[in-house]
């Protein structure tokens, strides 16, 4: 006899794992044990606090990219040069800051300030130390800028259009 339904699943086929019900607005039916409304949250606030972080460590790096991309589009410069020089940049600054460590460890004092204590509150202490954390991140920021700028550069120019 022939089956009304050539859709509907076998008799020896499973109704989970891969084949899911949908539901008409279009999501299909989520696992029998949902998540915690706990682990959801601490998702939430681990993801601000990761954003949190990228603000503030790799705001002035960021800046800088731009700035250079911006300056490398206009003058019309190949994307090499952009990135020797922050090379050398870098090169030089950790060898100004006395070696990799101590470079690393002026860029990050926004972050050993941020994580100690501040009994005034975390507004002022932002408000107050905002420029010399700027300040700290910029000999690093700068070449790594540079390299991000040179190398975005290199990706547009030398991709097809299809492919961006």
Do not use: C, K
């Amino acid at each position: 006899m022939h089956d009304p339904n050539p859709h509907a699943p076998t008799a020896g086929q499973p109704t989970a794992g891969w084949t899911r019900m949908v539901h008409p607005t279009g999501r299909p039916d989520g696992p029998a044990e949902r998540d915690d409304g706990l682990v959801y949250l601490a998702g939430l606030i681990l993801a601000a606090l990761a954003a949190l972080a990228v603000l503030m460590l790799a705001t002035t790096a960021a800046l800088a990219g731009l700035a250079a991309y911006a300056l490398i589009t206009w003058r019309r410069i190949r994307w090499w040069p952009p990135v020797l020089a922050g090379g050398a940049l870098a090169l030089l600054a950790t060898a100004a800051l006395g070696g990799p460590g101590p470079a690393l460890h002026h860029h990050l004092l926004a972050a050993r300030e941020i994580a100690g204590a501040h009994p005034g509150g975390l507004a002022d202490l932002i408000a107050v130390r905002a420029a010399a954390w700027l300040w700290a991140q910029l000999p690093l920021s700068v070449p790594v800028g540079l390299v991000a700028a040179g190398f975005a550069r290199h990706r547009v120019t030398h991709l097809p259009a299809s492919e961006l």
